[in-house]
C-alpha cells in the first residue's frame, strides 16, 4: 500500500460529459501530480500541485483542470470528454525534502463509451 | 527536454534465470532515475531510485540497477528471476523546471516481462 488514495477506482461515462477524479496524498505529503496512461501514449505527465498551488504543467488539455485543497486532497476535472480521454489517471505524492520518491496510487479507469 | 528509451518492449525468461532490463535515458543535468513495475491492473509500485552517490542501488524485490553516466543508462538487474515478477517495467528520468526537489517524471514506453516456469 502507497498510502496514496485515489476515488473512484472506475468510472464509465459518454462523450461531452464531465468527470472528477480524486486523490489523497500520503500524509505530509504536500506535492501531489496526475499522470496519464493510454495504449498510444504511455505515461504522461498532466500537472504538479504543492500545498494548493500549480507548481508544473506538462501535456495537459485545455478541456482538463485540477486543483488542490487545504486538505491537501486533489481533484482533477476533465470535461466535454471524447473517446480518446480513456485512459488510466494516475495520482502520485512525494515530500517536501530533496531526494523524495514518488509513490503512486492505484489510479483511477476512465472509459468513455 | 528529457526522455527515456527502453528499448525492449517485451522480454521472455526463465524462472530461475537472471534478467536485465535496459534503460537509456537523456536529460542536460544529473538525472534522478526510477524503475517502477505494474502488475496488471496494478498502480505502479517503486522498485528502486538514484539521485546522486554510489551509482549501483539497491531496490526491493532483490532488484538492482546501476547508474552508467558515459552510457545514459540506467540498466534493472536480478540474478534469478520468480513467477510472481512477471509485470510490466517502467524506467523514469525526474526532471524540475524550478531545480527544487519537486520533479516530473518523463517514463520510457515499458517493458513486458513474461516468466516460463
Known amino acids: 500500500d502507497s498510502g496514496v488514495t485515489q476515488t473512484p477506482k472506475h468510472l464509465i461515462t459518454a462523450t461531452g460529459q464531465r468527470v472528477t477524479l480524486r486523490c489523497s496524498p500520503r500524509s505530509g505529503d504536500l506535492s501531489v501530480y496526475w499522470y496519464q496512461q493510454s495504449l498510444d501514449q504511455g505515461l504522461q505527465f498532466l500537472i504538479q500541485y504543492y500545498n494548493g498551488e500549480e507548481r508544473a504543467k506538462g501535456n495537459i488539455l485545455e478541456r482538463f483542470s485540477a486543483q488542490q485543497f487545504p486538505d491537501l486532497h486533489s481533484e482533477l476535472n476533465l470535461s466535454s470528454l471524447e473517446l480518446g480521454d480513456s485512459a488510466l489517471y494516475f495520482c502520485?505524492?512525494?515530500?517536501?525534502?530533496?531526494?523524495?520518491?514518488?509513490?503512486f496510487g492505484d489510479g483511477t479507469r476512465l472509459s468513455i463509451l | 527536454a528529457q526522455s527515456v528509451t527502453q528499448p525492449d518492449i517485451h522480454i521472455t525468461v526463465s524462472e530461475g534465470a537472471s534478467l536485465e532490463l535496459r534503460c537509456n535515458y537523456s536529460?542536460?543535468?544529473?538525472?534522478?532515475l526510477f524503475w517502477y513495475v505494474q502488475s496488471p491492473g496494478q498502480g505502479l509500485q517503486l522498485l528502486l531510485k538514484y539521485f546522486s552517490g554510489d551509482t549501483l542501488v539497491q531496490g526491493i524485490k532483490g532488484f538492482e540497477a546501476e547508474f552508467k553516466r558515459s552510457q545514459s543508462s540506467f540498466n534493472l538487474r536480478k540474478p534469478s528471476v520468480h513467477w510472481s515478477d512477471a509485470a510490466e517495467y517502467f524506467c523514469?528520468?525526474?526532471?524540475?523546471?524550478?531545480?527544487?526537489?519537486?520533479?516530473?517524471?518523463?517514463f520510457g514506453k515499458g517493458t513486458l516481462l513474461t516468466v516460463n516456469p
Open positions: 523514469a528520468v525526474g526532471a524540475s523546471d524550478s531545480g527544487g526537489s519537486n520533479y516530473k517524471l518523463t
Open positions: 502520485a505524492s512525494s515530500g517536501d525534502r530533496a531526494n523524495q520518491p514518488q509513490h
Open positions: 536529460y542536460g543535468a544529473t538525472p534522478y
